[in-house]
Antibody
Framework: EVQLVESGGGLVRPGGSLRLSCAAS????????MNWVRQAPGKGLEWISY???????YYIDSVKGRFTISRDNAKNSLYLEMNSLRAEDTATYYC??????????????????WGQGTTVTVSS | DIQMTQSPSSLSASVGDRVTITCRAS??????LAWYQQTPGKAPKLLVY???RLRSGVPSRFSGSGSGTDYTLTITSLQPEDFATYYC??????????FGGGTKVEIK
């Protein structure tokens, strides 16, 4: 079964750091393009970061310079290192895989597999 | 950045109703659009990609259409399990990938 499981969320003070993990099973992370998406309490979805199979990375402006996306192919895991955390970073964080249509070999930057989410609360 | 505007932000409907949700992009996105369904406390689920391609396993009462800047998700004959929040997302350009604000479909 294709699955993503996030961990590492918790309560952290403003200015603090946290490292989120996303363990993949049922597929190879090394061959996949992966993302982090977050959702503040009661709010909509916000894409925050992407990593390609050749380790090209992108970030939304609000986290650039503070967050770092990475992967460990040997552990089949994705990570999000978050530094200088702010109250506005409070959210549920999801890892998500880029989509791929097997029949047509069409790949696309929308998300066909999601983890269950891990909650980050930034508060003093 | 491409802005995605969804309407309505919420709607009330009954089981069996036909429901239409609209998403407008701030520039043409050439069918690079996906639709998701999210129920409370759960991760979103991909329903439609490339504006009109139904993901395998998604019921055929869901359909997507549109072109240019304007796109629509239609649910024919709303079922109890369809009461949820729906989001559109453009993937024509990145970064950033952007979502619409969501449409909450509630029971009338």
């Amino acid at each position: 079964e294709v699955q993503l499981v996030e961990s590492g969320g918790g309560l952290v003070r403003p200015g603090g750091s946290l490292r989120l993990s996303c363990a993949a099973s049922g597929f190879s992370l090394s061959a996949s393009e992966m993302n982090w998406v977050r959702q503040a309490p009661g709010k909509g979805l916000e894409w925050i970061s992407y990593i390609s199979s050749d380790d090209t990375v992108y970030y939304i402006d609000s986290v650039k310079g503070r967050f770092t996306i990475s992967r460990d192919n040997a552990k089949n895991s994705l990570y999000l290192e978050m530094n200088s955390l702010r109250a506005e970073d409070t959210a549920t964080y999801y890892c998500a895989r880029d989509g791929f249509d097997v029949l047509t070999a069409y790949s696309f930057h929308a998300f066909d597999v999601w983890g269950q989410g891990t909650t980050v609360t930034v508060s003093s | 950045d491409i802005q995605m505007t969804q309407s309505p932000s919420s709607l009330s409907a009954s089981v069996g109703d036909r429901v239409t949700i609209t998403c407008r992009a701030s520039q043409a996105i050439y069918n690079s659009l996906a639709w998701y369904q999210q129920t409370p406390g759960k991760a979103p689920k991909l329903l439609v990609y490339a504006a009109s391609r139904l993901r395998s396993g998604v019921p055929s009462r869901f359909s997507g259409s549109g072109s240019g800047t304007d796109y629509t998700l239609t649910i024919t004959s709303l079922q109890p399990e369809d009461f949820a929040t729906y989001y559109c997302q453009q993937y024509y350009t990145m970064p950033p990938l952007t979502f619409g604000g969501g449409t909450k479909v509630e029971i009338k």
